[in-house]
């Protein structure tokens, strides 16, 4: 596994990148291709020449059109629409998370029922590799995190935080390919040209 750590979003699609191995075009589904991480990684991995399927709820939202993007409408969460868009694809590439409305956050279990719909996908047509954006402070990646971190995702962020480590298990028991990309706290900064990488076996 790549423990990969990264606070901006430049730095992030490098890191995502890495996660894939390199820069070979590729099929690549991306979940979350709506929320703030998703709209910087879908251009870039579009201009890099990947062939993208995105996921969404609703394609309105999206408001990109390229000749490699094929639109999916539907739930993450829907084995059915997994079982759709894995469909000839060679990648995945999660940058899910969960969003906080004016009624709090939402669903606290949206990690871990897209796992359950996205892994037996992925086995059933032998798409291999996935890249899942987690947060340091997180599960196992607690013990390399600021105080902070662990203190955030110990009490205001426990049901997230909870959800997002219960998903990292359920990609460890799942027998592919995989690189988790923890990122501390993500900005909209300028470009600082480096990544901070760590092979660690979690």
Request: hydrophobic share 45%.
């Amino acid at each position: 596994m790549h423990l990969v750590l990264s606070d901006d979003f430049t730095d992030l699609v490098e890191s995502l990148a890495y996660g894939l191995g390199g820069s070979i075009p590729v099929r690549l589904l991306v979940l979350g291709a709506t929320g703030a991480t998703g709209r910087v990684l879908v251009p870039r991995a579009l201009a890099a020449e990947h062939s993208v399927t995105v996921v969404v709820r609703d394609r309105q939202r999206l408001r990109l059109q390229h000749s490699e993007l094929a639109v999916v409408e539907g739930s993450v969460m829907d084995a059915a629409v997994m079982n759709e868009a894995l469909l000839g694809q060679e990648a995945v590439v999660s940058v899910l998370g969960t969003r906080r409305g004016p009624s709090g956050f939402g669903s606290f279990k949206l990690m871990s029922r897209t796992m359950a719909a996205l892994l037996p996908a992925m086995q059933r047509h032998r798409v291999q590799r996935l890249v899942l954006l987690s947060a340091l402070g997180v599960g196992e990646s607690a013990a390399l995190s600021p105080l902070i971190l662990r203190i955030v995702f110990q009490t205001a962020f426990r049901p997230v935080g909870r959800d997002k480590a219960l998903s990292e298990d359920q990609l460890r028991r799942s027998g592919l390919d995989w690189t988790v990309v923890y990122a501390p706290v993500l900005t909209n900064g300028p470009e600082e040209g480096a990544v901070s990488r760590v092979r660690q076996p979690l």
